[in-house]
Nanobody, 126 residues
Framework: QVELVESGGGLVQPGGSLNLSCVVSGRAFRVNDMAWYRRAPGMQRELVAQ????????????NYAPFVRGRFIISRDNIANAVFLQMDSLNPEDTDVYYC???????????????WGQGTQVTVSS
């Protein structure tokens, strides 16, 4: 059974940093795009950053939401099937539950499906 296991959330002061990690637990034939989303209570989930697989990490296709504004960096480890989000210059508006997402295929004959982590709380407050 495949699960996405997240870690790294917590409480940080404005201007501080946090690093989120997410690993695909269980066997998967292929992991395609991986991403981080976030959702505030009563709001829809929104994309934070997305990264495609690439044999050369420098050339991985990456998308960031406009509100990131150069403050966050997404990266991945294709061997470990893990994705990371380094968040700097955090502000109170970044307070949300952050969710890891991976589009993957468990067996070669399966279609791709989206899998989600359980969510990790990020709180930015003084």
């Amino acid at each position: 059974q495949v699960e996405l296991v997240e870690s790294g959330g917590g409480l940080v002061q404005p201007g501080g940093s946090l690093n989120l990690s997410c690993v695909v637990s269980g066997r998967a034939f292929r992991v395609n795009d991986m991403a981080w989303y976030r959702r505030a209570p009563g709001m829809q989930r929104e994309l934070v950053a997305q990264i495609a697989p690439s044999p050369i990490p420098h050339y991985a296709r990456i998308n960031y939401a406009p509100f990131v504004r150069g403050r966050f960096i997404i990266s991945r480890d294709n061997i470990a099937n893990a994705v990371f989000l380094q968040m700097d210059s955090l502000n109170p508006e970044d307070t949300d539950v952050y969710y890891c997402n991976a589009r993957l295929r468990i067996n070669p004959w399966d279609q791709e499906n989206d899998y989600w982590g359980q969510g990790t709380q990020v709180t930015v407050s003084s």
